[in-house]
């Protein structure tokens, strides 16, 4: 054994250092060095989260439900019921209590109230007559469902939106070719027509996005002596609350944002309020200050969260007092600058937008200012023609002080829709003579409102509305009309007929308070109401 052991292998070399020590293996460690402190640069500071967990890559803020963070408390926790449980529980599985961020994201909501059969309700309800002394009148004075069915959804329990506002825009407008609007002296746009069309990076940085949104609102400068762009302000509290949070995802993703984080998907960045307001305040401050470099003799005017606008010309950054305005929605502010560049001799002006409510405030301001420039509406996307809104004046004339009001009773983004009235209805009843005098106006009594605003949602549903009746009567009115005698035999749905009164009083007072902020579009403030007292 001993001659065994002294044997050695003449062809071994002895190894004195480990294969990390390589200096193969100290360039790749130093490389990989490299790019993680690259990596943490572009990442968010931990020390600039406040007191929510945030993914410090993504940006993505964590809901509540992640406890990721406190994995060892839990843990503990668990292993002393653990022990508590023996020798019985000895078997039985362990719970999982630590929720990552990526479990999270896996989770689904469903709505948690119980669902009612309101069909069933109302049948129900009707077959009573036929054993019991009760009048119709009597039971649909009742909303026999959980929600008011014919504004509201009934599942989601969200307000019925327009969906087909813009039919309204469709049926109104007169067209104009894009050749034949030429070189306009000055242009509005809202950041919708910027953020919801410009290039969205896939793999790209919140700069990239940023960089993007510059080039494309630079290059209107070159064709435009006057170049306005509104941002929308997201008030706390504001009429909009109720229609952003039924427009984001049923899980909230949340973003931490800065010039060098992943840029989110579009609809995550523009459709959560909190993601938007970071992107609009970065885009405001990029845009201003890279205008300024140009050193252009244009005027660039920024209105984005500060009340006061920013102009920028020659160079120089100037604040514009006289263009203050408290109001939040883009929408609203756009008819203000409108008149006022006007006031300044502007002879073409284009709005570059889509959306309906801003064709019908145009259409309204053009009117009642008695304007008289060419007020050119621009589709965001080729293709599509233009919209010449003093035409559009001229040929609806007997309507056009008239749309504003009946838009908002009728439904809007902010306002409850009636499911058997559509847009093309709206407009006919008013061709038909019907006014709306009192709704928008502060200094109206509510009962005044109240009572042509039955008026004119009646005519909407085919029926007249006697002086002395309430929205409960016109809806026993339609029911009648719609089974075709007084009887029960053929049902029709609680959503196609009119609401209560009490249910019609707190929407009708909605839409006055929303028509009382368009009308007051070119005020430095709104109206001084209190949204509470407004349905």
Not at 83 to 88: D, F, G, K, L, R
Not at 205 to 233: A, C, E, M
Not at 283 to 297: G, K, M, P
Not at 453 to 464: H, I, L, P, R, T
């Amino acid at each position: 054994m001993k001659d065994v052991a002294d044997l050695k292998d003449s062809s071994s070399v002895e190894i004195t250092s480990h294969k990390e020590e390589l200096a193969s293996r100290v360039k790749y460690d130093e490389n990989d060095r490299q790019v993680i402190r690259e990596k943490l640069q572009t990442c968010i500071d931990p020390s600039n989260t406040a007191s929510h967990l945030v993914n410090i890559v993504t940006g993505h803020i964590c809901t509540d439900e992640v406890n990721v963070h406190n994995a060892i408390d839990l843990g503990k926790s668990q292993m002393k019921e653990y022990e508590a449980s023996w020798p019985a529980g000895f078997h039985q599985p362990l719970k999982k209590k630590v929720r990552t961020m990526k479990e999270n994201k896996k989770k689904t909501t469903t709505v948690a109230a119980e669902q009612f059969d309101s069909g069933l309700i109302f049948a129900r309800a009707l077959a009573l007559m036929n054993s019991r002394d009760i009048k119709v009148e009597y039971i649909l004075s009742y909303e026999l469902a959980s929600v008011p069915t014919s504004m509201f959804d009934e599942i989601t329990r969200n307000l019925r939106i327009a969906k087909s506002k813009s039919l309204l825009k469709n049926k109104l407008q007169v067209k104009q070719s894009a050749r034949a609007t030429g070189q306009p002296d000055a242009i509005v746009m809202d950041d919708c027509a910027i953020l919801w069309v410009v290039h969205w990076p896939s793999k790209g940085s919140v700069q990239d996005l940023v960089t993007n949104v510059v080039k494309q609102i630079t290059s209107k400068l070159k064709g435009s002596t006057r170049v306005h762009i509104i941002f929308y302000r997201y008030c706390e509290y504001s009429i909009k609350s109720g229609t952003r949070c039924s427009r984001k995802a049923q899980v909230s993703r949340e973003h931490q944002l800065c010039l060098s984080s992943p840029l989110p998907p579009q609809d995550v960045a523009l459709t959560v309020t909190k993601n938007k307001i970071q992107l609009i305040d970065m885009i405001c401050d990029e845009l201003v200050s890279s205008v300024a470099l140009l050193n252009l003799s244009n005027s660039f005017v920024v209105t984005g969260k500060s009340p006061i606008p920013t102009e920028v010309c020659s160079g120089l950054q100037i604040i514009r007092p006289d263009l203050k305005t408290m109001h939040e929605e883009a929408d609203v502010i756009i008819p203000n600058q409108v008149v006022y560049l006007e006031s300044l001799g502007c002879c073409t002006i284009k709005v570059i937008s889509d959306d309906t409510d801003v064709f019908v405030l145009l259409v309204h301001y053009y009117a009642d200012k008695k304007l008289t420039s060419a007020l050119v509406m621009e589709p965001t996307s080729q293709g599509r023609s233009s919209v010449n809104i003093g035409s559009t004046v001229a040929k609806h004339q007997s309507i056009a002080l008239q749309l504003l009001l009946a838009h908002a009773l009728t439904g809007c983004d902010t306002v409850a829709s009636y499911f058997s009235i559509g847009k093309s209805t709206v407009v006919k009843t008013l061709e038909a003579g019907n006014r709306l005098n009192h709704l928008g106006n502060p200094m109206a009594s509510l009962e005044d409102v109240l009572c042509e605003s039955a008026a004119f949602v009646a005519a909407c549903y085919g029926q007249k509305c006697q002086p002395h009746e309430t929205m409960t009567d016109i809806r026993y009115k339609v029911w009648v009309s719609k089974t075709g005698r007084k009887s029960a035999c053929l049902l029709p749905k609680l959503k196609v007929i009119p609401p209560t009164s009490q249910s019609f009083k707190e929407n009708t007072k909605r839409a006055h308070f929303q028509a009382c902020i368009w009308k007051a579009a070119l005020d430095e403030e709104p109206p001084n109401l209190v949204p509470l007292k407004f349905g």
